[in-house]
């Protein structure tokens, strides 16, 4: 159940923050919570939590990273639940450019950022 998700990965980045708060998991860790909470309906906390992951995946990978395309797709994602489909539209955007140039057009991440780019497009 995702109550429980959230508090075993709260506890974890707890943890994590003591004892290394540098560390390229703290990152992951923000965006498995983003997607619980927003599971939950708290997509607001989610989208907090996903833009540090993104700002985190910046500042260790560079900006071209496809680490920074994953942050992306999942701050669009919350974008759309939160009913900001033209922040959506641009974060999928720069996700399937740094995803593509990374995977190759054929790579099943390029299918989901898709899925979610079809969102803000089908309805505006």
Do not use: C, W
């Not at 995702?2 to 923000?30: F, G």
């Not at 833009?51 to 395309?69: C, E, H, I, S, T």
């Amino acid at each position: 159940d995702y109550a429980s998700a959230v508090a075993n990965a709260e506890r974890a980045l707890t943890n994590l923050l003591a004892t290394d708060p540098d560390a390229a998991m703290v990152a992951q860790l923000k965006i498995s919570l983003a997607i619980y909470l927003s599971q939950q309906g708290r997509a607001q906390r989610a989208r907090e939590y996903a833009l540090d992951a993104l700002a985190r995946r910046r500042k260790q990978f560079g900006d071209n990273d496809p680490k920074v395309g994953d942050a992306e797709f999942q701050l669009a994602r919350l974008d759309l639940d939160v009913q900001r489909p033209a922040e959506a539209l641009l974060r999928a955007k720069r996700a399937l450019l740094l995803i593509e140039q990374a995977y190759g057009p054929a790579h099943p991440s390029v299918a989901d950022v898709l899925d979610v780019l079809a969102g803000p497009i089908y309805t505006s």
